[in-house]
């Protein structure tokens, strides 16, 4: 795997999209957990904190901080359109 911060960014995007696709298009949210509507984009951050764990152990921290942007803009973002106060 490259050192690069665009890779990094490619492999944080790619679980909450897909967190944000499942949600949107399919009932899975309803089906498995239907009383915690945030738990879908939960797991996508822990399986991104679970890759970023093995781009800082072998050496990639350009990487690690693609993932950490990716993550934390999604989470933003998951938070203005939801309209989830803090």
Same mark, same amino acid.
């Given at each position: 795997?490259? !050192? !690069?911060?665009?890779?990094? $960014?490619?492999?944080?995007? /790619? ?12 009932? &899975? ?14 797991? /996508? #951050?822990?399986? !991104?904190? &679970?890759?970023?764990?093995? /781009?800082?152990? $072998?050496?990639?921290?350009? #990487?690690?901080?693609?993932?950490? &942007? ?5 989470? &933003? ?8 106060? #803090?």
């Amino acid at each position: 795997m490259r !050192n !690069n911060l665009w890779a990094g $960014s490619g492999i944080g995007i /790619a679980f909450p999209l897909l967190a944000f696709l499942l949600v949107r298009f399919t009932d &899975i949210e309803l089906h498995f957990l239907p009383e915690k509507p945030m738990a879908t984009y939960t797991i /996508a #951050v822990l399986i !991104n904190l &679970i890759f970023l764990r093995f /781009a800082y152990r $072998s050496g990639n921290d350009q #990487v690690g901080k693609g993932i950490i &942007i990716m993550t934390f803009l999604s989470m &933003i973002l998951y938070l203005i359109t939801h309209k989830v106060t #803090v």
